[in-house]
Every structure is written in C-alpha cells, then in structure tokens.
C-alpha cells in the first residue's frame, strides 16, 4: 500500500486548506483500517489531526476538530482534510498514515504505530 499527499504548498492565512491523500495498492474501505491526518511543524514532534475509518467514522484532535473537515471518495481511493482559517502557526510538513483500530485517535503519534505513511507534503502559511 502506498499513500500519496498532495495539496497547494502554500496558502495565505484566514483562507482553507485542502490536502488530498491518495491510497494505492490497497482500498479505503478495508475492514479495520484507520486512515489519519498528521503534521510536523518546523521544530516540533508530530501531530495527530483527524481520521477517517473504513466504514467512514470520523475522529478529530479536540484543539482542531472546530476547523478541521476529514471526508473520503470512496470511488477515487482518496481522503481529505480541510483546514479552515489557516494561520502561519499552521506551517508543516503534513502527512497521510493508515494504520489499524489503535491509531483512528492518537495522542502523540509515532511513525511506528501506523502501516503506511507518505512521504509528505510541505505546506507554508503566509500571513
């Protein structure tokens, strides 16, 4: 299974960011998969955003879950995140990972707990 971001690389602060994930070699709806949002601000560990599940059960971190949207498309593989009302503290390196039951809400993720994980987008907020 290999994951894929993509996404604008940069957006200007108070504006919506959109990032994509796009799954291959395996399905979203695979029973028991967990398929998460993180990101890695410059200097900083990583951060556990949201995650949607193979039936489509969503998780949010509660300091983002009142700007953060996770949906998928199922006929396209894919899910995405929407970060509304972006600021510069929301600068990082922003990664897709799926995992199983034990990674849907993770509060200080690590590389280990996941099955996959792209190889990351760049995302920068201008203010």
């Known amino acids: 299974v290999q994951l894929q971001e993509s996404g604008p690389g940069t957006v200007k602060s108070s504006e919506t960011l959109s990032l994509t994930c796009t799954i291959s070699?395996?399905?979203?709806?695979?029973?028991?998969?967990?398929w998460s949002w993180i990101r890695q601000p410059p200097g900083k560990g990583l951060e556990w955003m949201a995650a949607?599940?193979?039936?489509?059960?969503?998780y949010y971190s509660p300091s983002l879950k009142s700007r953060a949207t996770i949906f998928r498309d199922t006929s396209k593989n894919q899910f995405t995140l929407q970060l509304r009302s972006v600021t510069p503290e929301d600068t990082a390196v922003y990664y897709c990972?799926?995992?199983?039951?034990?990674?849907?809400?993770?509060?200080?993720?690590?590389?280990?707990?996941?099955?996959?994980w792209g190889q990351g987008t760049q995302v920068t907020v201008s203010s």
């Open positions: 990972a799926g995992g199983g039951p034990n990674s849907k809400v993770v509060a200080t993720p690590s590389r280990r707990q996941y099955d996959y």
């Open positions: 070699g395996g399905s979203i709806i695979t029973a028991n998969n967990y």
């Open positions: 949607i599940g193979y039936s489509g059960d969503t």
